[in-house]
């Protein structure tokens, strides 16, 4: 295994070019958010434009649309069709595949629900979507269903599972898991064929091809609602910006934890908010 250092996640980073645009740092899609959690959607979205995307659109459903552009100042809204329930429908898909052929990265689940039409949505969209994706939260709760759709990807994919999830979308306990995180992290790399973002303290990230990385930042501080979804939002954003899969997980995971130890020194472990790993990239 390695172990993640500041020189490591710099030499992930490009210098900017003289002559740089908005398109030149890529364009994020994020798919987020249901009645009760606009705040993963906007947490997810603030993240990815301070991580460096030079476009960030959310697509919402539609009747939150109004929430979320009071939310977001930088990041764009695409309001979508949504279930009785106010969670995105699968009528939308059609719209969001359009789009998101017109973007670099795809973000997938914070905050969609666990409606079972959102849920077919997720599992129809992966299969279809021709873009790099970051898969989050209830994105891989939908998954859980059936693992296998990942079997039909034919695009790079980064899932960001906490041992939870982790238990949810495997054949491991979650006692297993925790017993050895190595293990787990491996085996569902090589299983899924993806970049897996085993969250926790000293997240792991693992490649379909046995590599193994570990992140030495972080804290107990960062134990708190949202955090995940300002880390999908990072690691979406440095995928946008051209990093191989394994750099963009690894250097969101390595600067989101760093995030988190600049902020415990002024906000104190009890008092640290997601929002706060934002204001300290």
């Avoid at 030079?54 to 764009?76: F, H, Q």
């Avoid at 190595?182 to 046995?210: M, Q, W």
């Amino acid at each position: 295994a390695e172990l993640l250092d500041s020189k490591w996640v710099l030499n992930c980073f490009k210098k900017h070019p003289s002559d740089a645009h908005k398109g030149t740092f890529g364009r994020v899609f994020i798919i987020a958010g249901s009645v009760g959690m606009t705040g993963a959607a906007s947490l997810a979205a603030t993240a990815s434009v301070k991580g460096g995307a030079g476009l960030v659109t959310l697509g919402i459903p539609e009747s939150l649309n109004d929430i979320l552009e009071i939310k977001l100042t930088e990041a764009m809204t695409m309001p979508l069709s949504e279930t009785q329930s106010r969670s995105i429908s699968t009528h939308a898909l059609g719209k969001v595949l359009e789009f998101a052929n017109k973007c670099d990265t795809v973000v997938l689940g914070p905050g969609l629900s666990e409606i079972e039409e959102t849920r077919r949505f997720v599992l129809e969209f992966v299969q279809k979507c021709n873009v790099p994706m970051v898969i989050d939260a209830d994105g891989l709760n939908a998954l859980a269903e059936n693992p296998k759709t990942l079997d039909k990807v034919h695009v790079p994919v980064i899932i960001t599972p906490h041992p939870g999830e982790m238990a949810r979308l495997s054949s491991m306990t979650l006692s297993d898991i925790q017993k050895d995180r190595v293990k787990a992290a491996k085996t569902a790399a090589s299983e899924f064929n993806c970049t897996v973002v085993l969250k926790g303290a000293r997240t792991l990230i693992a490649t379909p091809k046995g590599r193994l990385l570990i992140n030495p930042t972080g804290n107990v501080g960062m134990a708190t609602g949202g955090s995940g979804d300002v880390l999908s939002g990072m690691i979406g954003a440095f995928l946008a910006r051209g990093m191989k899969p394994h750099q963009a997980a690894a250097a969101g995971v390595y600067l989101h934890g760093l995030a988190g130890d600049f902020a415990i020194k002024e906000q104190t472990e009890v008092c640290l908010t997601a929002q706060d790993l934002i204001n300290y990239l």
